[in-house]
């Protein structure tokens, strides 16, 4: 469904939808409906103009899995579209409803089923800090999570995103093992309970919840250490990400995040100006404490070490991971409008060749900002960097520029599933499971632009 179709649709029976509904809880007021419609869309000035009307037409709050289960059903006999969105922390609209209709919102299905050395079952709207806060004291930790943490759903993550902090050394969401499990209901007339478990499991990560409404998920851990944030400024960009490629290689050291970032856009850290020295290029990492004297080591006096703390996630605080990731995009945008971003995957074969082409090809318009991941099994580095936006017309054509010379492109100003994704997207067949669980496309339409409802 186009965004035009969207606008000439016909009115949704919601009293008839009321009536099924019975006492599942609901929010009719349109201010929140619309507010609770919207994500960070609008870090694309594309986005920002295309997606500004959309709201669903009314939202529910379901406290569990036979809420859900009443609502695809009555949303299924009356043709009505359903949009499920818990944080709302996905910046293309993800979980946007763009053909209107309910919005499923998760954040009262929460809590911990069980947990046990090496992986925790979880219901989906679970917040991914309180999740970590209430294994933690067993001794472990997610292995991955989004700069989002304070504020993101363990299912959002699954359904809306592709790896984060941790992803230096597990990988990205789509990496065999690093989702075990994940219950789904189907939009049916008579809903279906479906666990999908390992490699089937990937037929609803980053599909936007468009093969299923995610209800339970089954995520791996990981032995929990006392972090380390360190910040190291360098003279030069090139510095700064040869030695994070250094940190990066080291299997022996223990760590979270190896994030180079180059100047200016450590001028726009304002609560972090003290540890950024003017027109110095800076590595982030978070590093396991035992293993600092060994991150230093690797360094041998190459920058200048900024700053080192343990990690703190307290309200009051602003956690080093905040700075990276995509955060890195909001700190800026937080006092200037007129940036955006590009989300890249450089080759792994000629990986500094490649950085350094592209950082010379776009000097003072594309800044580079590098994240260093394990993807199929070897470090290379995914890219959000910020872009000095002019017109649409340049940035396509930044874009195009980019994979011409080998370097991947999700395209984070686009809101469709398929041309969004390209190398964040799971191994999965995504498209033929939407028909057996969404044979009429009532799931999020118009994100999987590709599909045709089989019924």
């Not at 999570?145 to 993550?157: D, E, L, N």
């Amino acid at each position: 469904m186009t965004l035009h179709q969207r606008a000439e649709r016909a009115s949704y029976d919601l009293a008839a939808l009321d009536a099924l509904l019975g006492d599942v809880p609901v929010i009719r007021d349109p201010i929140l409906i619309r507010r609770r419609s919207r994500d960070f869309f609008w870090y694309s000035p594309i986005l920002a103009e295309q997606l500004k009307e959309v709201s669903a037409d009314i939202v529910v709050k379901p406290r569990n899995e036979a809420d859900v289960v009443r609502t695809v059903a009555a949303c299924a006999k009356l043709r009505i579209p359903v949009t499920a969105r818990a944080g709302g922390t996905g910046n293309y609209g993800q979980a946007m409803p763009l053909a209107g209709g309910v919005l499923l919102d998760m954040t009262d299905m929460t809590g911990v089923i069980w947990q046990k050395p090496g992986s925790v079952r979880v219901r989906a709207g679970t917040n991914i800090l309180a999740l970590d806060q209430e294994i933690r004291p067993n001794g472990f930790e997610l292995r991955m999570h989004p700069s989002t943490k304070r504020t993101a759903t363990i299912g959002g993550f699954v359904a809306g995103g592709s790896g984060g902090v941790g992803s230096v050394a597990y990988g990205g969401l789509r990496e065999p093992g690093n989702i075990l499990a994940a219950r789904i209901v189907t939009i049916e007339e008579e809903p279906r309970m479906l666990e999908l478990r390992q490699d089937a499991a990937q037929k609803v990560n980053r599909a936007y919840g468009t093969t299923g409404i995610i209800t339970e998920l089954e995520m791996p851990t990981a032995p929990a250490w006392p972090w380390i944030d360190v910040v190291v400024a360098f003279d030069s960009f090139a510095e700064a990400f040869r030695a994070g490629r250094d940190v990066a290689h080291a299997d022996g050291v223990v760590k979270k995040l190896v994030t180079p970032i180059a100047w200016p856009i450590p001028s726009q850290f304002s609560a972090l100006k003290d540890a950024c020295p003017e027109g110095k290029s800076i590595l982030v990492c978070m590093i396991a404490e035992p293993f600092l004297d060994s991150f230093r080591t690797i360094l041998g006096g190459r920058g200048q070490e900024t700053y080192a703390s343990p990690s703190r996630e307290e309200p009051t605080e602003t956690p080093l991971y905040e700075y990276a990731w995509n955060h890195t995009t909001l700190q800026w945008l937080k006092t200037d409008r007129s940036v955006t971003y590009l989300q890249l995957l450089y080759p792994q074969d000629r990986l500094e060749e490649s950085v350094m082409e592209m950082a010379a090809l776009f000097e003072g318009e594309v800044l580079p900002h590098l994240e260093f991941i394990r993807f199929a099994g070897r470090i290379t580095c995914s890219a959000l960097p910020i872009v000095r936006y002019t017109t649409a017309e340049r940035l396509f054509e930044i874009i195009r520029m980019h994979e011409e010379r080998g370097v991947m492109v999700a395209n984070p100003h686009v809101y469709g599933l398929e041309g969004g994704s390209r190398h964040k997207r799971a191994e999965a067949d995504q498209l033929g499971f939407k028909a057996e669980v969404d044979p009429m496309g009532l799931l999020n339409p118009g994100k999987m632009e590709s599909y045709v409802p089989v019924r």
